[in-house]
């Protein structure tokens, strides 16, 4: 089974920047949906942004509001969450996650956790005021 390893958490202030990766541990990755999901301490776990097998279709949050890009590099199959003007709010335990081929994913709504069985030990991303 696919392994996924999450890095690029930190700690940054209001307006700051962090770009968080996730590698797989085989190449059939490339046929996976993939998508970031975040928990914040005391709260559950909500979709940010996912996309699709050969990145085609991206969807986000609506929280996101453009600050974030989700994209998968094509040579390794690194998938990455840019993430600009990070505000205090967007602290949370960050991960990635991803479903094999079979079934189907709603592109045009946030990713949702049901909908993904493999998933990442996570990464924390912390911005102070």
């Known amino acids: 089974q696919v392994q996924l390893v999450e890095s690029g958490g930190g700690s940054v202030q209001a307006g700051g920047s962090l770009r968080l990766s996730c590698v797989p541990s085989?190449?059939?990755?490339?046929?996976?949906?993939l998508a970031w999901f975040r928990q914040a301490p005391g709260k559950g776990r909500e979709g940010v942004a996912g996309?699709?097998?050969?990145?085609?279709?991206?969807v986000y949050a609506h929280f996101v509001r453009d600050r974030f890009t989700i994209s998968q590099d094509r040579t390794n199959y690194t998938l990455y969450l840019q993430m600009n003007s990070l505000e205090p709010e967007d602290t949370a335990m960050y991960y990635c996650?991803?479903?094999?081929?079979?079934?189907?994913?709603?592109?045009?709504?946030?990713?949702?956790?049901?909908?993904?069985?493999?998933w990442g030990q996570g990464t924390q991303v912390t911005v102070s005021s």
């Open positions: 996650a991803a479903k094999g081929p079979g079934g189907s994913v709603d592109y045009t709504s946030p990713p949702i956790p049901s909908d993904y069985n493999i």
């Open positions: 085989e190449y059939t990755y490339r046929l996976y949906s």
């Open positions: 996309i699709s097998p050969g990145g085609g279709a991206t």
